[in-house]
């Protein structure tokens, strides 16, 4: 978790994490997310692996993705994972307490806005928008590993557009007297622009295309002229970008939008 400022008030306010520590934890997190892509990219859309639904013991349906979601993250709430206010999990009604002891994380959100949770519109966006991007057509059947890949590049873009909260609560407290106003108002266009920092998405949106570039690149077609036109990567560079620019960050706006409407409550 982000490195905290604390104080011996013991508040909400005093564990808020410094506004270095929340970049330096976006850096990290642009790391998984590019690797995670490129892992899924192994494999093609494997698309019945999270289409075709058919009927369980239990009296439900469900794709083999959602079942394999499901029982990860049953086991991994049994472990404290949802303890920690960084990760939010995808089917909320089977979360279950956890059966170690777990760490106390110190408040860092405010009570009434730490529910804030988008995973329903990450699924949609991920599955029908976002994996038709950067994997190849074609179904070869391994559906379990593709399912596995998937929860990776979930968990990873869920918890970086669900650190949103994190960056709003930052914000707020850097400058409450802009931003009371329009939360008074419940003005969602108003904070939106308030939020808006277009040199710091330029950076981000530049930052991952060089990452993809480094990370994914296929050595074999490297040669010893070094002609920049024969290299090929395992995810277009160009491609992750576009994933950040028209999804991940205005999600993540979305995210703290959605806080800061809370945040007087």
Same mark, same amino acid.
């Given at each position: 978790m982000a490195?905290?400022v604390?104080?011996?008030s013991?508040?909400?306010g005093s564990n808020?994490?410094?506004l270095d520590?929340?970049?330096e934890s976006?850096?990290?997190?642009?790391?998984?997310?590019?690797?995670?892509?490129i892992e899924?990219?192994?494999f093609p859309?494997?698309s019945?692996?999270?289409?075709?639904?058919?009927?369980?013991?239990?009296?439900?349906?469900s794709?083999l993705t959602?079942f394999?979601?499901?029982? /990860?993250?049953i086991?991994?709430a049994k472990?404290?994972?949802y303890?920690n206010p960084?990760e939010? !999990?995808f089917?909320?009604e089977?979360?279950?307490?956890s059966?170690? !002891?777990t760490?106390?994380?110190?408040p860092?959100?405010?009570p009434k806005? &730490?529910?804030?949770?988008i995973?329903?519109?990450?699924w949609?966006?991920?599955?029908?928008? &976002?994996?038709p991007?950067?994997?190849?057509p074609?179904?070869?059947?391994?559906?379990?590993?593709?399912a596995?890949?998937?929860?990776?590049?979930l968990?990873?873009i869920?918890?970086?557009?669900?650190?949103?909260?994190?960056v709003a609560e930052?914000?707020?407290?850097?400058?409450?007297?802009?931003?009371e106003p329009?939360i008074r108002?419940q003005?969602?266009e108003?904070?939106?622009?308030l939020l808006?920092?277009?040199?710091v998405?330029?950076?981000v949106?530049?930052?991952?295309q060089k990452?993809a570039?480094?990370?994914?690149?296929?050595?074999?077609c490297?040669?010893?002229?070094?002609?920049e036109?024969e290299?090929?990567y395992?995810v277009?560079?160009?491609?992750?970008?576009? /994933?950040y620019?028209?999804?991940? /960050?205005p999600l993540?706006?979305?995210?703290?939008v959605?806080?800061?409407?809370?945040?007087?409550?």
């Open positions: 490195r905290v604390e104080s011996d013991g508040s909400v808020v994490p410094s520590s929340i970049r976006l850096i990290r997190q642009e790391d998984t997310i590019v690797f995670s892509l899924r990219a192994k859309l494997n019945p692996a999270f289409e075709e639904y058919r009927y369980l013991d239990s009296g439900n349906s794709s959602e394999f979601v499901r029982e /990860i993250e086991i991994q472990v404290g994972r303890e960084e939010n !999990p089917f909320l089977n979360i279950p307490q059966v170690f !002891p760490h106390k994380y110190p860092a959100l405010h806005a &730490l529910s804030v949770n995973n329903k519109r990450i949609d966006v991920y599955f029908k928008e &976002l994996l991007l950067f994997v190849k074609g179904d070869d059947g391994n559906y379990p590993s593709t596995t890949s998937d929860l990776a590049c968990q990873a869920s918890r970086r557009i669900h650190y949103g909260k994190f930052v914000k707020f407290r850097d400058a409450p007297q802009d931003y329009a108002a003005d969602t108003a904070l939106m622009k808006m920092f277009e040199k998405e330029e950076m949106k530049k930052r991952v990452k570039e480094t990370f994914g690149q296929e050595v074999k490297i040669t010893d002229s070094g002609d036109s290299k090929k395992k277009d560079p160009l491609l992750v970008s576009r /994933i620019r028209e999804w991940l /960050i993540t706006k979305l995210v703290e959605e806080y800061l409407l809370r945040r007087l409550d």
